[in-house]
């Protein structure tokens, strides 16, 4: 397993921009796909962007299509989450999440069950 620690987290007004960072404690060339996931207060956590390393595909959750955007910097082993145009109902705790098992376990990118390695969380909160 990977470790994995966010950070950027905050408290911003709607409308306000925030970047998550996520570093790894291995290089992320070696990690099939990378997402982010937030769980908000009596919520279910849910997957909401990720991406495959090496063909840098990115998919995202339609709740934050075009406002969020998912990248990585191999040589800083961290993955990013630019998050725009911030809404109230973003308000969650923000998750990194990691692939790295050597089978694919699902194709699916969504479920918690597609990563084996979790960060801590880093709080992320918008004020109308």
């Known amino acids: 397993q990977v470790q994995l620690v966010e950070s950027g987290g905050g408290s911003v007004q709607a409308g306000g921009s925030l970047r998550l960072s996520c570093a790894a404690s291995k290089s992320i060339g070696s990690i099939r796909r990378m997402a982010w996931f937030r769980q908000a207060p009596g919520k279910e956590r849910e997957g909401i962007a990720c991406?495959?390393?090496?063909?840098?595909?990115?998919y995202y959750a339609d709740s934050v299509k075009g406002r969020f955007t998912i990248s990585q910097d191999n040589a800083k082993n961290t993955v990013y989450l630019q998050m725009n145009s911030l809404k109230p109902e973003d308000t969650a705790m923000y998750y990194c999440?990691?692939?790295?098992?050597?089978?694919?376990?699902?194709?699916?990118?969504?479920?918690?069950?597609?990563?084996?390695?979790w960060g801590q969380g880093t709080q992320v909160t918008v004020s109308s």
């Open positions: 999440a990691a692939d790295d098992r050597a089978q694919l376990y699902t194709v699916d990118w969504s479920p918690l069950s597609a990563y084996n390695s």
């Open positions: 991406i495959y390393n090496g063909i840098s595909n990115t």
